[in-house]
């Protein structure tokens, strides 16, 4: 039972209905993760306490500019169409409860440095005892075995350690990582990936299984050109700014203030005939003969002087207007947009790729909807909930949990 059908509210049927997720996540990989299951059709429950809250509540923007726990942006993002519920795994009587909802779960998600959920006796070794079909995936940095695998830390961490931040930056300056822990938006891929295929085997053998699912070695998958390099060619491949060894020119250029436009844009060119054609835009159709540009490793070679020509063009129009007129001639440049130009693309607008929600402490709010389209299936796309909204709801009916004894709990502090 998802969200929308607890609330009795009527959907297509989804791939993953009649699943049930336990979901132990915090931060963003595993709540990714465990929203995509949320919105084709699993029901997620997910755990939390005020005394251990998901620090992604605590992440900016805040609706109105001050911090709460049911006010940030960020987390309501990557948490729709979620159940949630507070419960304080730090007492012995909240343990219990997470096990009790084991027996009644298909999946177990965690991503907690390697030997909290062992410490709690939560780990796959225990829930698998009251629940031999469950299917369990823990997402360490370094996975659960090795060397490294205590080694606690968070996306930023992880970006470092994967190399990523090592070929962001400019050459001659420290390295400079993306805006977001590019590792966290790339984990849940591999992470539903494996735990659908847990499921469908599932469905053959009837038996559950274990993931042990290291963020590290997902990460790298998207450094391929560079472990390449040092394996075929023994280079160590490193920052270069906005520039790519295959084009040239190819960067951002400063265009005429616009605000709130950003005021830039991006052109990429790959090879001669947008070269041709770029000359031709920016009048500059003797460039095309001149040897200094008539060639892909010539541009290279010159390329400070290809940049300053382009920017001596783009620097008096709006972005808009370089980019139309740079498209219409067959070169590749877009402008480089910010949050406002986002809310306002016509093309997001039209693939209803951000969805407005009504909350009750934020009011509407906008989510970003997956970025594919199934032609037989739309996602549950549900707001974001309240911390600990649902706990009469899965304590009550879903574990059947006596009016006495969970007003006993609440009394003990397990529901806090």
């Not at 997910?46 to 900016?60: A, N, V």
């Not at 980019?323 to 809310?343: M, Q, S």
């Not at 934020?362 to 600990?388: C, K, N, W």
């Amino acid at each position: 039972m998802s969200q929308t059908q607890e609330q009795g509210v009527t959907r297509r049927p989804l791939p993953l209905d009649g699943v049930r997720v336990l979901d132990f996540c915090w931060a963003v990989a595993g709540p990714v993760t465990t929203k995509f299951l949320a919105l084709y059709g699993a029901q997620v429950i997910k755990i939390e306490s005020r005394t251990r809250l998901d620090g992604s509540r605590l992440g900016f923007p805040f609706i109105e500019g001050r911090p709460g726990v049911n006010k940030s942006g960020y987390y309501a993002n990557h948490n729709p169409t979620k159940l949630s519920i507070r419960l304080d795994l730090g007492k012995p009587e909240g343990r219990e409860v997470a096990k009790r909802l084991a027996r009644v779960a298909d999946i177990a998600t965690e991503s907690f440095s390697v030997g909290i959920m062992e410490k709690w006796g939560l780990d796959y070794g225990e829930l698998s005892k009251v629940n031999g079909n469950l299917i369990m995936i823990s997402l360490a940095m370094q996975g659960q075995t090795g060397r490294y695998a205590g080694h606690v830390g968070f996306g930023r961490t992880l970006a470092g350690l994967a190399g990523i931040d090592n070929l962001t930056g400019w050459p001659d300056g420290s390295p400079a990582g993306p805006n977001q822990p590019y590792t966290d938006l790339v984990v849940p891929w591999f992470a539903v990936t494996t735990i659908v295929t847990a499921l469908r085997r599932r469905q053959r053998t009837g038996r559950g299984q274990y993931i042990d699912l290291s963020q590290l070695e997902a990460s790298m998958h998207f450094l391929a050109p560079a472990v390449l390099d040092a394996t075929v060619n023994g280079r160590a491949m490193t920052r270069d700014g906005n520039r790519a060894a295959g084009a040239a020119p190819h960067g951002v250029y400063r265009c005429k203030d616009d605000p709130p436009r950003s005021g830039w844009c991006a052109i990429t060119v790959l090879d001669d005939t947008h070269w041709r054609n770029l000359c031709n835009a920016i009048g500059q159709a003797g460039l095309q003969t001149d040897p200094r540009f008539a060639t892909l490793l010539s541009r290279k070679a010159n390329e400070a002087e290809i940049d300053a020509i382009v920017e001596a063009w783009t620097r008096p129009r709006g972005a808009d207007e370089a980019v139309e007129t740079l498209n219409r001639a067959g070169v590749p440049a877009a402008v480089v947009a910010n949050g406002h130009d986002l809310h306002r693309d016509p093309q997001l607008r039209h693939r209803g790729h951000l969805k407005v929600l009504e909350h009750p402490v934020m009011g509407q709010r906008t989510y970003s909807q997956p970025s594919f389209r199934m032609s037989e299936v739309t996602p549950d796309h549900q707001r974001a909930a309240l911390i600990g909204e649902h706990n009469d709801y899965v304590f009550g009916e879903l574990l059947g949990m006596s009016p006495e004894e969970h007003a006993d709990l609440q009394q003990q502090g397990v529901f806090e």
